[in-house]
């Protein structure tokens, strides 16, 4: 199986810090998708990017799309205990059912 | 809101058993996934079912099978439980469009001993 390279792997801060997590691939992709999972449940879906160099926020969390759709990040400003989780990326190709997961971010956000 | 349940949170199953697992979406989407969740080896696809009655494998369908008889539910099925097949299990959904956007239930934790 494919994955999308994310990083850091591991992310341990203090409330308040500000945190980028990359997700990078050689591919290009029609569309990208960020989750958040917390122990024990399933992916929750936090926004899907389609089109180069497209930024979308979400209350603290800043979503970017490369201009070439290879890659993203994700920006959370002033992190709080409630961002802690596994922070996944998946990539679609128009025209496939298949998608490609990231290797996944663990953030810990300590109090 | 589009929802994904799970028929089960946590399972335990013995070793040779059949397992079913179901998944029920309320969007009307006809795209649906069978997915397992390992450590280390991120989210791997074992089944998609792109209709009722239609099905194809993913990267690992060996020692699994799934049914789709009605557009809102996919079963996932393991004919012979092995330890190996310990895992969280998660269902998704997605619609056909533009956006493909795919939702997931909860998950099953299945332990097979």
């Known amino acids: 199986t494919q994955l999308l390279e994310q990083s850091p792997q591991f992310l341990s801060i203090q409330e308040g810090e500000n945190l980028t997590v990359y997700c990078n691939s050689s591919?290009?992709?029609?569309?990208l998708q960020w989750y958040r999972q917390e122990p024990g449940e399933g992916p929750v879906l936090l926004v899907t990017v389609v089109t180069g160099g497209e930024v979308k926020k979400l209350k603290r969390l800043t979503f970017q799309f490369g201009d070439a759709r290879k890659d993203s990040s994700l920006h959370i400003t002033a992190a709080q205990p409630g961002d802690t989780g596994l922070y996944l990326c998946?990539?679609?190709?128009?025209?496939?059912?298949?998608?490609?997961f990231g290797t996944g971010t663990r953030l810990k956000v300590l109090a | 809101d589009v929802k994904v349940t799970q028929s089960s949170r946590y399972l335990v199953k013995r070793t040779g058993e059949k397992v079913f697992l179901e998944c029920v979406q309320d969007m009307d989407h006809e795209n649906m996934f069978w997915y397992r969740q390992d450590p280390g080896l991120g989210l791997r696809l074992i089944y998609f079912?792109?209709?009722?009655?239609?099905?194809e494998k993913g990267d690992i369908p060996e020692g699994y099978s799934v049914s789709r008889e009605k557009k809102e539910r996919f079963s996932l099925i393991l004919e012979s439980a092995s330890t190996n097949q310990t895992s969280m299990y998660l269902c998704?959904?997605?619609?056909?469009?533009?956006?493909?956007?795919?939702?997931f239930g909860p998950g099953t934790r299945l332990t097979v001993t």
């Open positions: 998704a959904s997605r619609s056909r469009g533009a956006i493909n956007e795919q939702y």
């Open positions: 591919s290009v992709f029609s569309s």
């Open positions: 079912s792109y209709d009722v009655k239609m099905k």
């Open positions: 998946a990539a679609h190709t128009s025209g496939t059912y298949k998608y490609i």
